[in-house]
């Protein structure tokens, strides 16, 4: 009796134990679901923006060889300078200027930060996009433009959609998380203790202790198991008194022949 009496904690400390492991793993393979998505979502993001970034700038050189051949070959520096001045709208660009055979037309256009800078600085950069465009009229080089735009725009907005990404990727983590401790302990560690509770009053001697057989899953099943064993059980207790009965009564019979 005290063995099967010590079996009951070892049960319920089991029990306890498959419906933590099951949330364990749960959790573990969507987190690392969740977060592989969330890589992905990030290096998309990055080349979205970087390609973004290029699609600007070589909309601006074509744009650029439509609009200034002529005012290069009639030497408008005027209408050139505003052209690279309009260039700057774009919070992104950060350098331009146009050259013809090593001589600079018009104003080059900087920002502040970068007033003295050439452009190889900017091309031996990563944290700039460099682009030349050669600018033709009637088939004649009259110049090439050179622009550079900054990835800083883009890192700002990366690191806000970077933080969107992982703040999400947590928030849903701790709903599913949530959400799996909920249904472990409703739907499997409360019912398993409920029969193991059950089972401990059986192997106490106690045949009419209550089982809950209405549960239609695995569970359910092991408890209707657990009560056709129990019936087996007060069926052979039955047959033993029955036993029993007949040999004392046979006993009491051979004593009075005797």
């Excluded at 744009?63 to 709208?89: C, H, Q, R």
């Excluded at 009229?137 to 622009?147: A, K, M, P």
């Excluded at 690191?159 to 701790?174: D, E, K, P, R, S």
């Excluded at 092991?222 to 008194?241: C, E, T, W, Y």
């Amino acid at each position: 009796m005290i063995n099967k009496m010590e079996a009951h904690p070892n049960s319920s400390q089991k029990s306890y134990s498959i419906s933590r492991h099951f949330s364990y793993i749960f959790i573990s393979v969507v987190t690392l679901i969740l977060f592989s998505f969330a890589i992905i979502a990030i290096f998309t993001n990055i080349s979205r923006m970087d390609a973004e970034l290029e699609r600007r700038l070589d909309n601006a050189l074509n744009l650029a060889k439509i609009s200034l051949p002529t005012p290069l070959w009639n030497l408008y520096d005027g209408v050139v300078n505003n052209f690279v001045e309009a260039l700057f709208s774009d919070e992104s660009m950060v350098y331009a200027r146009i050259v013809w055979k090593s001589q600079v037309i018009g104003t080059p256009k900087a920002r502040k930060e970068f007033q003295h800078k050439d452009v190889s600085y900017f091309e031996h950069s990563s944290q700039f996009i460099v682009k030349h465009a050669d600018i033709f009229h009637d088939g004649s080089n009259v110049g090439t433009l050179q622009l550079a735009m900054s990835r800083e725009s883009i890192k700002k907005e990366l690191v806000f959609n970077i933080l969107g990404i992982i703040a999400l990727t947590i928030l849903i983590i701790v709903a599913i998380s949530l959400t799996s401790i909920v249904i472990t302990r409703r739907y499997i560690s409360r019912p398993l203790l409920a029969l193991q509770h059950s089972a401990g009053l059986i192997a106490r001697g106690d045949l009419e202790a209550a089982i809950d057989t209405s549960s239609r899953d695995e569970i359910g099943g092991l408890a209707r198991d657990l009560n056709v064993m129990r019936d087996s059980i007060k069926q052979l207790f039955g047959a033993l008194r029955t036993s029993n009965a007949q040999l004392e009564e046979y006993s009491h019979t051979l004593e009075q022949r005797v």
